[in-house]
């Protein structure tokens, strides 16, 4: 599968980065009760956090506000999906648990404070592109409603746009069937190549760790803006 970076991405944030992980022959449950209670205490680690700051004073949220600014994106009419996920939980709303596979994605995203997208690699085309939406690009989005993706950063492959740090497509989900996934990581253009790598590697680790099966990753930067998988 080709992993592809616009290069229209690099010409507005230069430091632009995405990590693409691939899980291979999972097994997706009911959370465990140990992911349970670290989601549960995360969440009441971020309202006692929230009485004496604000959610803006989250790095990665202020950092990904600017990166949607200079990408031409409004983060206050288009909120970014780990963003979503903070001002949810500020508001005394726990975050549903759905299954092992997302229940750990929304983990991460508030630990690394970024957003990070969820599929079932096996509905995903021929390759993987990040990439500014255009006219037409449209999808069924797991809010219930169609979703058009022009001018706001998205995921494609052949069949077209299925995702974004936004919200994602119904069509892309993952349920407790899927045994082979793509993750996308919308990591923080601050960080340098080697801290980058090393999230994704802990992250590959702790999933598998969960899930069994096996797992490679790969970053896509401006000095990598294409890499043909095996």
Do not use: C
């Amino acid at each position: 599968m080709l992993l592809t970076l616009d290069n229209n991405l690099i010409h507005k944030v230069p430091d632009f980065k995405v990590g693409i992980t691939f899980h291979h022959n999972i097994v997706i449950g009911e959370s465990p009760q140990m992911l349970k209670g670290r989601l549960q205490f995360f969440q009441e680690k971020i309202r006692t956090d929230l009485l004496n700051q604000t959610i803006l004073d989250y790095p990665g949220v202020s950092e990904w506000q600017e990166t949607f600014k200079r990408l031409g994106m409004d983060p206050k009419r288009y909120r970014p999906s780990h963003e979503a996920l903070f001002r949810r939980i500020s508001k005394g709303n726990d975050l549903p648990f759905i299954h092992s596979a997302a229940d750990l994605n929304n983990f991460f995203s508030l630990q690394y404070e970024i957003p990070i997208g969820i599929y079932d690699l096996e509905t995903l085309y021929d390759y993987i592109k990040i990439s500014m939406g255009t006219e037409g690009d449209t999808f069924e989005g797991l809010n219930g409603r169609s979703n058009n993706m022009n001018g706001k950063l998205s995921t494609f492959d052949k069949k077209g746009s299925f995702g974004s740090p936004i919200v994602d497509s119904d069509r892309s989900k993952t349920d407790p069937e899927t045994t082979d996934i793509a993750q996308i990581f919308y990591l923080k253009p601050s960080m340098d190549i080697r801290e980058a790598n090393q999230l994704l590697e802990a992250a590959a680790k702790m999933f598998t760790q969960l899930h069994s099966g096996d797992s490679t990753f790969y970053l896509l930067h401006n000095d990598q803006q294409d890499i043909q998988t095996s």
